[in-house]
Nanobody, 125 residues
Framework: QVNIVQSGGGLVQAGDSLRLSCTTS????????TAWFRRALGKEREFVAA????????HYANSVKGRFTISRENTKITVHLQMDSLKPEDTAVYYC??????????????????WGKGTLVSVSS
């Protein structure tokens, strides 16, 4: 069983920064690629960013490219999403997701088997 624990989030003003963290734990020797998705009120879930287990490959949605940075700690089990220059349209519940396909870093939600409970990011104008 793989467990995902998210932290971070909150209420900020436009232009501010926030950092989300995601810690994945599971069977010894397990390796996972990790992604962030978000769902705004009344909208479909959308891909935000992803990173491979090695941390060498990343992928971003166009809407966040240049403002958000996904990274993996040297311990590999914790991934951060640094969100800078936040906009009101970034307001959403953010979900961390993981897949045992350790080289996958694409935007398809169906490829990620494990999901966190979500954390709210609210950006006021």
């Amino acid at each position: 069983q793989v467990n995902i624990v998210q932290s971070g989030g909150g209420l900020v003003q436009a232009g501010d920064s926030l950092r989300l963290s995601c810690t994945t734990s599971g069977p010894t020797g397990g390796a996972w690629s990790t992604a962030w998705f978000r769902r705004a009120l009344g909208k479909e879930r959308e891909f935000v960013a992803a990173i491979t287990w090695s941390g060498q490959s990343t992928h971003y949605a166009n809407s966040v490219k240049g403002r958000f940075t996904i990274s993996r700690e040297n311990t590999k089990i914790t991934v951060h999403l640094q969100m800078d220059s936040l906009k009101p349209e970034d307001t959403a519940v953010y979900y961390c997701a993981a897949t045992g396909q350790e080289t996958y870093y694409g935007p398809q939600a169906r490829e990620y088997e494990y999901w966190g409970k979500g954390t709210l990011v609210s950006v006021s104008s």
